[in-house]
């Protein structure tokens, strides 16, 4: 199988993997044929990626960390969460003091505190960090998201890259729980805000941005105080956006860009360990997913750009744990040769070289005029010059 464009779909593609919505349910099922009705399904839902496979490509597997399952439970547990908090129409606001106002009413957290859904996210929690915790390199394509509505899959994606950075650090599996808990929770602070803000392709103006930038507080003071949820993982949604150098938000905490492991001292005004984890899954699988206002970036794209802020907006010490965790041409995904024998040849990345996921096996699909050809493999370590760039066909 492999990731292509769902505007460059045919009629009898087959599907390579099943597609869960943002309500965790099947929405196509893997080995459906496809045709013009479901592509313009997929295109008019919002869609940017899917996998298809065929005889050249059926025995490229990209496995999933957890189970669909898994996946799908975790999802529906997030939205029936939010959905606790959800505003109504009369009811959406775009102050912050109001914000504030409706959750020290304390209505919203007796209902949080009381659901039967917030005690299932340990649960949650505990079945992710079993699944993770003999994983030692992840496949690093981010869920097939909608472009206008991806939180719930956003926030678990950045569970399974977080507990898989965590991990590789030697957290506990305590700690790990912890963390996953923080992380299926991390941006329940942007249901409280106007949604509209979030699906508009347009500049925000300064106020609303300000507003956006407050999402972290917004779900700290909803989640805080809340037994089931503790301590670490309301702190986990209150520091996700903080940066190395101070420029973050809400509170502009520091890092020392020192490897976030389990022992690391937290100082006053600094970003607690497990935070600046979350930081550098919550940057990559946002860069991995597409936005109402762009189109998602290869995942080769993502690394150059956490690379060049590196140090001042990301921990650079956990970035370099995290590159050594994710690939950075994942399975299943397209490139684009730039240079040899095979210029401007396109493939899909078959395997990954575990000691050098930079240099992975490429099987070659279609020639420089883009014309498909009997498959042709290159490995990439054995190739040194040769280069390469993720490409979206």
């Known amino acids: 199988m492999y990731l292509v464009s769902v505007k460059s779909l045919k009629p009898n593609d087959t599907l390579g993997k099943a597609i869960i919505n943002e309500k965790g349910q099947v929405l196509l099922n893997k080995g459906v044929k496809l045709d013009d009705y479901y592509i313009n399904i997929l295109d008019k839902y919002g869609y940017q990626f899917v996998y298809i496979e065929d005889d050249d490509t059926k025995d490229i597997v990209v496995e999933d960390e957890i189970t669909d399952e898994l996946k799908t439970s975790a999802i529906k547990t997030i939205k029936k969460v939010f959905d606790i908090v959800t505003p109504t129409k009369e009811d959406n606001v775009n102050d912050f003091k109001e914000i504030v106002k409706k959750i020290e009413n304390g209505e919203i957290k007796k209902k949080l505190a009381d659901s039967p859904f917030i005690k299932s996210i340990e649960s949650i929690a505990f079945d992710v960090v079993n699944s993770l915790f003999e994983t030692k390199i992840l496949n690093g394509v981010a869920s097939l998201k909608k472009q206008d509505n991806f939180t719930y899959q956003h926030c678990l994606d950045v569970t399974i890259l977080s507990v898989a950075l965590a991990n590789k650090l030697l957290y506990t599996k305590k700690k790990l729980i912890e963390l996953a808990k923080g992380c299926l929770l991390h941006d329940i602070g942007r249901i409280l805000i106007n949604k509209s803000l979030y699906i508009q392709p347009r500049k925000l103006s300064n106020k609303e941005f300000e507003l956006i930038k407050q999402h972290p507080q917004i779900g700290y003071l909803v989640l805080k105080d809340i037994t089931q ?16 150098d101070g420029f973050g938000y809400p509170r502009g905490l520091k890092g020392n860009n020192l ?15 497990l935070a600046e984890i979350v930081a550098i899954a919550n940057v990559y699988d946002a860069l991995v997913s597409p936005r109402a206002y762009r189109s998602a970036y290869t995942p080769d794209q993502a690394f150059f750009i956490m690379k060049r802020v590196a140090s001042q907006q990301i921990n650079i010490e956990a970035f370099r744990v995290f590159s050594d965790i994710i690939p950075v041409y994942p399975i299943g995904t397209t490139v684009y040769i730039l240079n040899g024998k095979y210029k401007n040849f396109i493939g899909v990345v078959s395997k990954n070289n575990q000691k050098s996921l930079t240099r992975p096996i490429v099987r070659l699909l279609y020639n420089s005029s883009r014309r498909r050809i009997s498959p042709l493999e290159i490995d990439l370590e054995k190739n040194p010059i040769v280069s390469i760039a993720g490409i979206i066909i």
């Open 259 to 273: 490897l976030p492991v389990p022992d690391k001292v937290i100082e006053d005004g600094y970003i607690m360990p």
């Open 229 to 244: 949820v503790g301590i670490i993982a309301s702190h986990i949604t209150y520091q996700h956006h903080e940066q190395q």
